[in-house]
């Protein structure tokens, strides 16, 4: 399939639009020079290109498949986690201590993006790892840290995250896998966990599972769930794998995408497994991995919207039908619509999950308080608008291949199978909406407030070069100011029914600005235009949005389960 590493692009919005030199000129990211990050995203775009993208297909027509208990991996993956693993890509953002690049998140999300339009299901590998690194620096003893870190983050070792169980879904409190100590410090893990990434794989020596579980007498719900490491193989004396561990893989799931990223059925039997962070701390401490997911998920998105958009840009310049000034379908207005479309939305929400990345970035550097809720705000914005692009782009990119698209051999519909497993795990897109009108609202909407008066501070100062496309960003941040105010004052199940909308409208607002921005840096460019297309045509969505959001739910709770019988 082709692809191409958007460098240049990621460039562009590092420098122009969302103020990566802030966090270039902090004391914790000195080192993270323009020269430094230029050449890391040199250098991983062209191993996503060379020995990436060529994967793409291989992961969808060869599936993982489990045998005798063991995971074979899908043709040619073997040597792509190679290249994966030992270019550092594992470790961007993981401490030096432990052989880390100590790079920002910024950096680690763009390059991860770029292998996600490359091959999504290998990717959705060394992200899971990235998660749990995470996880076990902010809260796993100093003896775990030394035994596992320097194996997940050279790629010796993988991880995975063991969250759902067949009877709880999205409701983690429900589960019921047990923990009973053993007596000499480790428990023994018994339960069964459903759509588990990556949960076995003969790319590495040894599979790191983060499980959660009840400890005996433990409180229900959510505050009496802990957290522990179990490994397929109890690492020896020396730190390398050994016996293995009483846990396999039941089967796989038969998905309708990501063939090449085995999803595992669990069972733990009794598997020895050792503690991480405290009792009754195993949702704060996956809640560090699960947030650093989300806005790697939301990435995926915007990833395979670009896969997307560039297969599809590359079938509208070489399919010759009908009379157009182009010769190819590309000069056909609708088709052009639909480009400009997934090219515009693309912009968009990368640009939101690199601006919540900085935001990350900033609050990790400075401790400043108002960078760590600008990121909390963001990150649903960001998973959410991520992972719909990715849908909504990838499915124009079958449309524009008409029913060339509809046929497998073109490759258009893979993008579409692939992604749209995105906007439901790592929390569905409900559940980050949900998210974002509760507990991101609690503040009483100070941080969407900052948001917004950065918003209309630089469309203001922007009236003077550009009027008509400023003065419509400003009004239309307005209008979301005004609707975020009369939300704020809901109770709070009020909310839930137009949380959806509700972050549609923030995500378009955000776009807006971001194009502005970029058209402020590139008038007469790509980027001006770009701009231009959707301030005009996309972002006048946010008005129907916020009406649908101040009509509250009252009407929507009046429809009973009998009215919507078939």
């Known amino acids: 399939m082709p692809y191409r590493a958007p460098v240049s692009e990621f460039s562009f919005l590092l420098d122009k639009v969302i103020g990566f030199k802030a966090v270039q000129e902090t004391e914790r990211f000195a080192e993270a020079s323009p020269d430094m990050v230029s050449a890391v995203l040199t250098e991983a775009g062209r191993m996503c290109d060379e020995v990436m993208a060529p994967l793409q297909r291989n992961g969808d027509l060869h599936p993982a498949v489990l045998e005798n208990g063991v995971v074979r991996s899908s043709k040619g993956y073997d040597e792509g986690y190679?290249?994966?693993?030992?270019?550092?890509?594992?470790?961007?953002t993981a401490d030096p201590e432990h052989g880390g690049m100590g790079l920002p998140l910024t950096v680690a999300t763009a390059v991860n993006e770029m292998m996600s339009g490359a091959c999504l299901s290998l990717q959705l590998n060394p992200l899971l790892t990235q998660g749990q690194i995470e996880a076990l620096e902010h809260h796993a003893s100093d003896e775990m840290k030394a035994l596992y870190l320097p194996k997940l983050i050279s790629g010796e070792w993988s991880g995975t995250m063991n969250l759902t169980e067949p009877q709880a879904g999205s409701d983690v409190g429900a589960l019921s896998s047990k923990a009973e100590p053993n007596g000499d410090g480790t428990y023994a893990i018994t339960g069964q966990k459903i759509y588990i990434s990556w949960g076995d794989s003969d790319l590495v020596e040894n599979v790191c599972h983060l499980v959660l579980a009840r400890?005996?007498?433990?409180?229900?719900?959510?505050?009496?769930?802990?957290?522990?490491?179990v490994p397929k193989f109890l690492?020896?004396?020396?730190?390398?794998?050994?016996?293995?561990?009483?846990?396999?893989?039941?089967?796989?799931?038969?998905?309708?995408?990501?063939?090449?990223s085995p999803t595992c059925v669990m069972s733990y039997e009794g598997a020895t497994g050792w503690i991480v962070g405290e009792p009754g701390g195993g949702m704060k401490a996956m809640f560090t991995m699960m947030n650093n997911a989300r806005l790697g998920v939301g990435g995926q998105g915007v990833g395979a919207a670009e896969g997307a958009y560039q297969h599809a840009l590359a079938f509208a310049n070489e399919r010759k039908q009908g009379k157009n000034p182009h010769d190819t379908i590309i000069g056909h207005a609708d088709v052009r619509r639909m480009l400009a479309t997934m090219k515009a939305e693309i912009l968009a929400a990368r640009a939101i999950a690199l601006d919540c990345a900085v935001s990350i970035d900033m609050g990790r550097a400075t401790g400043a308080p108002e960078w760590t809720a600008r990121a909390a705000f963001l990150t649903p914005i960001a998973k959410a608008f991520g992972t719909d692009i990715g849908c909504e782009v990838s499915e124009m990119g079958v449309q524009v291949h008409g029913g060339m698209g509809y046929v497998e051999e073109s490759g258009a519909a893979q993008f579409y199978r692939d992604v749209r497993v995105t906007a439901i795990y790592e929390g569905t897109n409900g559940i980050q909406a949900m998210d974002m009108v509760?507990?991101?609202?609690?503040d009483g909407g100070e941080a969407a407030t900052r948001l917004l008066d950065e918003i209309e501070a630089e469309a203001e100062a922007a009236k003077g070069t550009m009027p008509e496309l400023a003065g419509a960003v400003w009004e239309a941040a307005e209008t979301l100011r005004e609707t975020t105010e009369w939300l704020v004052a809901q109770a709070m199940p009020a909310r839930f029914g137009t949380a959806v909308p509700y972050l549609r409208a923030f995500a378009r607002v955000l776009g807006g600005h971001y194009h502005l921005r970029a058209a402020m840096a590139d008038p007469d460019g790509s980027h001006g235009k770009l701009a231009r297309f959707y301030i005009t045509r996309l972002l006048p969505e946010h008005a129907g949005l916020l009406a649908h959001v101040r009509s509250d739910d009252s009407d929507l709770m009046d429809i009973s389960p009998d009215d919507l019988a078939a």
């Open 82 to 92: 190679k290249a994966i693993a030992e270019g550092g890509w594992v470790a961007i």
């Open 215 to 229: 400890l005996p007498d433990a409180a229900p719900g959510t505050k009496g769930i802990s957290l522990f490491m």
């Open 235 to 260: 690492p020896d004396e020396a730190g390398n794998p050994g016996v293995a561990n009483t846990l396999k893989v039941v089967s796989l799931e038969h998905k309708m995408g990501l063939h090449g």
């Open 438 to 442: 509760g507990r991101k609202l609690m």
